[in-house]
């Protein structure tokens, strides 16, 4: 009731102001190449996929409509075949407030390897996109800037599920992935609740926030005599706490979740550091150091400690190219994964990615060890119009 | 006889360090007079086209957004929207000026909708694989440089006073930048960059100076040319607008995520 009078509400609002103000359209094809190296018989060795992604906003006055579709297929991997509006919302302000109603797309966090206090949104894991492959969070949020910070509060009538790749595609466990189950009896259309407060001080980028609701990593089993998959998704109550200090050259992140998890306590969290050194071997390139630590007691991770060490060189060329490589293992040194990312601009329409994973275990049974043949080679033109 | 010489040499000093105190108070008050006449402009927006061309004339452009917060107690605030090449279209940079400090800055990353800080140590590197450094574009503080007066010069028949700019920032990618200013305006026409070895790196000349609002001068293209890679970045400014009412607002590291 409450959603639908704020509805017609902003409603009003949008026709009350309708000096015509600015709009924008753009659109933007990705064509990507993947390849498999160590597929198992029986999997897929290679996957070619399109995607188009239009992004569009109109203002009215003070408030804006704003539209991200992403619409995405696959010449062999059911999973990554997706039509998703990222982000179809209407925001207007109310005395200082701003209200927003719609599918969102947000971002919490600080650290590089992962983020772990980045509650939002669902991940659509299946399109391997990291932090930008995510699915819109249907949702009413409120945000008030102030001078001492900025507040958010979400709701989210609906839960959306994670991504899985088919079975034969990667990465997968090679099993078909069955109906959710979920802890909260009333699944999918359990309210989930976040809030947020941010804030600069100095030298101090700094955040704190709550979130109830329905975790949004599942835990896996494996069911039906080993035929199966089944994602089971716990309810969860947790604090996040975020926190950056921009030095010279060097940054220190904090990320870290504490709560509970299917009725048990639990806590995560990511510790990093970056240095930068400027203008290496007599270039004008950047060559960031990057060294993270990561805590999860969850069971949806790995393993509870890993540690992870990387490389990022940015050339300041014309051609904005740049690298990354990071490089993740285990306490126990029995799972490990080498990521490398590689972009460069082709044209003022085009520009190029180059990506490889490659996961390593010793001990076949653990994640690691199922996701051994998941090694990926992608090569990704990008093309904007 | 000894007696005379030590005085010789006192007066000698007095008279050196005297001069060279005279020649750093007239270098500041006239660096100073240039800020002094271009305040109040509250705020302002502007449209930049920004042309690279390598040593073989090959160019490149993109195309940004500026607007600009005029600072009080601390430096100016900043926000550069980018429109093109495509792979950064909407990628924002955002820069709160210190007068002392290093200044705060972020970037918005539209794919991932993060809002990112970043080290502001970097000053000597290049903004956007161009010729100018962050340092270049940020906005220009008193309290950021030393000051030498140098002598009195025609550039291209204006008269101007030529001032030394001694960065205070070791970090600065230079060791001194002489700047061409005109004499009755208060503008700078030319400026000359050294580099840490103390010679010639780059020179930067301003073209096309208009008055916008019947007293701040702007220049509608920043030519910078490098002398020791032979590459050059030009500016090209158009659709300048002065008080459009921004506030500290517009320029609070959360909106980055409603820039469009």
């Not at chain 1, 971002?107 to 996109?129: H, L, P, R, T, Y």
């Not at chain 2, 000894?2 to 001069?19: G, H, M």
């Not at chain 2, 006239?30 to 004339?57: F, H, N, P």
């Amino acid at each position: 009731m409450m959603v639908r009078s704020l509805l017609l509400g902003i409603v009003g609002v949008l026709f009350a102001q309708s000096a015509i103000a600015d709009g924008d359209l753009n659109t933007t094809v990705i064509a990507e190449f993947r390849s498999y190296p160590n597929s198992n018989a029986g999997t897929i060795d290679r996957g070619q996929s399109l995607e188009l992604n239009v992004d569009a906003y109109q203002d009215f006055g003070t408030s804006r409509g704003v539209l991200e579709l992403v619409a995405r297929i696959d010449d062999q991997d059911s999973g990554r075949r997706i039509l998703e509006a990222r982000q179809a919302y209407i925001t207007t302000e109310i005395g200082g407030v701003e209200i927003y109603i719609g599918n969102r797309q947000e971002f919490w966090g600080k650290a590089e390897s992962i983020n772990i206090v980045d509650v939002v949104n669902q991940e659509d894991a299946a399109a391997d996109q990291g932090g930008a492959g995510k699915l819109g969070a249907p949702s009413v949020s409120i945000e008030r800037y102030a001078n001492y910070g900025d507040l958010q509060f979400w709701y989210m009538p609906n839960f959306r599920e994670l991504t899985f790749n088919d079975a034969d595609a990667h990465p997968s466990g090679e099993l078909p992935v069955k109906a959710a189950r979920y802890q909260r009896s009333l699944g999918r259309n359990a309210d989930d609740f976040a809030f947020r407060f941010s804030t600069v001080v100095n030298d101090w980028d700094l955040a704190g926030s709550l979130f109830y609701g329905t975790a949004r990593k599942p835990i896996l089993s494996v069911v039906d005599m080993g035929t199966a998959l089944q994602p089971y998704y716990a309810e969860q109550r947790s604090v996040g706490l975020e926190a950056q200090y921009t030095g010279d050259a060097t940054l220190l992140k904090w990320e870290s979740l504490h709560g509970k998890q299917d009725g048990k306590d639990f806590f995560a969290a990511v510790a990093g550091l970056e240095y930068t050194l400027y203008g290496v071997l007599d270039q004008v390139w950047d060559l960031g150091l990057i060294a993270e630590a990561q805590y999860d007691e969850r069971p949806q991770v790995a393993a509870e400690r890993f540690y992870v060490a990387g490389l990022r060189l940015t050339l300041n060329d014309a051609k904005d190219s740049s690298l990354l490589l990071l490089t993740s293992q285990d306490e126990a040194k029995d799972q490990s994964l080498i990521s490398f990312d590689a972009s460069q601009r082709i044209n003022s329409w085009s520009s190029i990615d180059v990506g490889a994973k490659f996961f390593d275990a010793k001990t076949p049974s653990s994640v690691f060890g199922f996701l051994d043949d998941d090694d990926t080679i992608s090569v990704k033109l990008n093309m904007f119009f | 006889m000894r007696l005379f010489i030590a005085t010789s040499i006192a007066i000698l000093s007095s008279c050196l360090l005297n001069s060279s105190h005279a020649l750093a108070d007239k270098g500041l008050k006239i660096a100073m007079e240039v800020i002094e006449r271009d305040q109040g402009w509250g705020d302002s927006s502007s449209k930049m086209t920004m042309v690279l061309k390598d040593k073989y004339g090959q160019s490149t452009q993109r195309s940004l957004r500026n607007s600009s917060l005029e600072g009080s107690s601390q430096g100016d605030k900043s926000l550069v929207i980018f429109d093109t090449p495509g792979d950064v279209r909407g990628t924002a940079f955002l820069s709160h000026t210190k007068k002392t400090d290093s200044d705060d800055q972020w970037l918005y990353l539209p794919a991932l909708k993060r809002v990112k800080r970043i080290a502001s140590s970097n000053k000597a590197g290049p903004f956007m694989g161009s010729e100018f450094s962050f340092e270049d574009i940020a906005s220009q503080e008193i309290e950021k440089y030393t000051y030498k007066y140098l002598r009195e010069e025609k550039y291209n028949g204006v008269d101007c006073f030529v001032v030394q700019y001694d960065p205070v920032d070791r970090k600065s990618g230079y060791s001194v930048q002489e700047t061409w200013i005109d004499k009755s305006k208060y503008i700078v026409l030319k400026t000359e960059y050294y580099d840490r070895k103390k010679s010639l790196l780059k020179t930067l000349t301003f073209d096309g100076y208009k008055k916008y609002k019947g007293k701040f001068w702007r220049a509608d293209t920043f030519l910078m040319v490098n002398h020791q890679t032979g590459k050059e970045t030009e500016l090209q400014y158009e659709n300048w607008i002065f008080g459009k009412g921004l506030s500290e607002k517009d320029f609070n590291k959360n909106m980055l995520k409603r820039v469009k």
